[in-house]
């Protein structure tokens, strides 16, 4: 292995703050209607109302859900008029969910 190889796999071993980060990140999405909102919200923004038409789940609840994932900056939101309308904060995390649920489907078909 020549030292150019060498440089880049040990750029790809994450530091002790990075591994804490990417712990929280899963610790946030680790929770199944926190995954089934990020599948929602793929594609469109939604308000709780409208994630909740989709989850059958009290308001209160999704709200809580939602606070998590916005507190770790995987989900925003903004308002309009009465609604709040909630959306994934960076497109990363959409290729994420994208990944999760291939890997998701390999796994359950096995």
Known sequence: MDSVQKIQEQEMIL?????????????????PIR???????????????????????????????????????????????NYIYNRIADPKIVEFVEKLKEICVEKSSK
């Not at 530091?15 to 929770?31: T, Y």
């Not at 994630?51 to 507190?71: D, E, P, V």
């Open 15 to 31: 530091n002790d703050e990075m591994v804490e980060v990417g712990c929280e990140f899963l610790k946030s999405l680790a929770h």
């Open 35 to 81: 995954l089934k909102i990020l599948c929602l919200l793929q594609n469109a923004e939604m308000s709780v109302g409208e994630l909740q038409n989709h989850l059958k789940t009290s308001t209160a609840n999704i709200s809580q859900h939602l606070a998590i994932m916005r507190h770790s900056k995987i989900i925003t939101s903004r308002k309009d008029a």
